[in-house]
């Protein structure tokens, strides 16, 4: 990796060690067993909410629309970040 450029790409190997040391250290702290009652007494208590909240999560980060704002602040970004390289130029 190259030091001026911290961007590692799709497969970003440090996020990923991270996400794994802290799932192992949730196991090695026996905090499923407790994790999994809490939300199986939400599923429960709340089946609905739990069916919208799933059902959410399974759509992931791109299944959401947009609103308009959020269309014309990313193009607005997107815009910005050109101008300034094409400025050095």
Known sequence: ?????????EGDRASARR?????REFVDEGKVDSAASQAR??????PDDAAK??????????GRWASVD?????????????RARLSRK
């Open 53 to 62: 909240a799933e059902a959410e999560a399974r759509r992931g980060p791109m």
């Open 19 to 23: 996400y794994d040391d802290h799932v």
């Open 1 to 9: 990796m190259n030091q001026k450029d911290p961007n590692q790409g």
């Open 41 to 46: 007494d939400y599923v429960e208590r709340e």
């Open 70 to 82: 959020q269309i014309v602040a990313k193009g607005r970004s997107v815009f910005e970040r050109l």
